[in-house]
């Protein structure tokens, strides 16, 4: 190993600069440059490659987004873009590459080593939480607990007005920031992808905390939980059922994305970044890193991705035995 790439790819999450840096640092210390590659695969096609030192890393511990950039590319969807993307380490003498980010970008980087031979290491880094082979990937605490900083929020002016709240949360189609702070707030009801909701069901407990005279109800719900007509559909619905009820609808949206990454994104990142360049030398690829138990663990990049993912049958339990 001489010379290796690192890129940040699809949707930012916070620690993503951690991560950055951790690979940086690494190679550094073992005597192996670094080119970091801007806009993720889409600049990786294109040749938007620039050498990155220790320096260069300096002070972005802290911050979130992605001093690389990211994006999501069609074009290396295709064979042509994936041709273009091996000549391009060729031309960068690349032997190794580090990728940051989620399902879609290890899809990809499956899809290219199939086809090629270069030894790709994953992290991953994403607010989803929707990959197999880690306990937590990068961004998602910080994510939630911007989610639950809001919700709490939100529930004390709830409180003031007497209202229910419905509140979307990000996740794409799967549901961990919506389950994990649902239940760190005390939602009344959580709708996640992973349950089949149960309309009857969601307004017989509203009915039951109506009767109650509850002061307050919130609902969250994952945005691709398959509730007809989203949060502003469901709104439709209630306003039809409980007319007397005063509902409104909060959107966190990518407010999620931003900010300082937690302490435990930073130490995460820095961990999986260390380990990415570690597992490059070692002799790995076409692997991701993760932390399951607190070890680190490598998983064939083809197993990393959302669908071999499963909630704990005890966390969606919690759902339905908190909401009595
Ligand atoms: O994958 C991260 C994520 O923030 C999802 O939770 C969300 O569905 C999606 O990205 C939004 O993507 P974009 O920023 O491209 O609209």
């Known amino acids: 190993m001489n010379t290796i790439a690192v890129l940040t790819s699809g949707g930012d999450a916070p620690g993503m600069n951690a991560a950055i840096r951790a690979v940086v640092r690494t190679a550094v210390h073992s005597g192996i440059k670094v080119v970091g590659i801007r806009r993720g695969f889409q600049g990786w096609v294109e040749g938007d490659f620039r050498p990155l030192e220790a320096k260069d890393v300096a002070g972005i511990i802290s911050r979130g987004g992605t001093i690389l950039k990211t994006a999501r590319s069609e074009a290396f969807r295709t064979e042509e873009g994936m041709r273009a993307a091996f000549q391009q380490a060729q031309k960068h003498e690349i032997d190794g590459v580090v990728l940051i980010g989620g399902d879609g970008t290890f899809c990809g980087a499956t899809e290219f080593a199939h086809r090629y031979s270069l030894p790709i290491i994953g992290i991953p880094g994403t607010i989803d939480k929707d990959i197999a ?192």
Request: net charge negative; charged share 25%.
């Open 133 to 324: 082979g880690t306990d937590f990937t990068i961004g998602f605490d910080t994510a939630v607990n911007t989610a639950v900083e809001a919700i709490d929020k939100i529930r004390d002016t709830a409180e003031a007005h007497n209202r229910l709240f419905l509140v979307e949360i990000m996740g794409r189609d799967a549901g961990y920031m919506a389950l994990h702070s649902g239940l760190a707030c005390g939602a009344e009801d959580i709708l996640i992808p992973e349950v089949q909701t149960d309309i009857d069901q969601v307004l017989r407990r509203i009915a039951t905390d109506e009767r109650r005279k509850k002061a307050v109800h919130i609902l969250v719900v994952a945005e691709g939980d398959e509730v007809v007509g989203g949060v502003h559909g469901l709104q439709r619905k209630l306003a039809n059922e409980f007319p007397t009820l005063d509902t409104r609808v909060a959107v966190l949206g990518h407010i999620q994305r931003g900010g300082s990454p937690s302490c435990a994104d930073r130490v995460l990142a820095s961990r999986l970044g260390y380990a990415a360049v570690r597992a490059l030398i070692g002799g790995q690829a076409q692997v991701m890193v993760g932390i399951v138990n607190d070890e680190l663990v490598y998983t064939p990049l083809q197993c990393a991705t959302k669908k071999h993912t499963q909630i704990p049958a005890d966390m969606l339990d919690l759902i339905r035995v908190l909401a009595v």
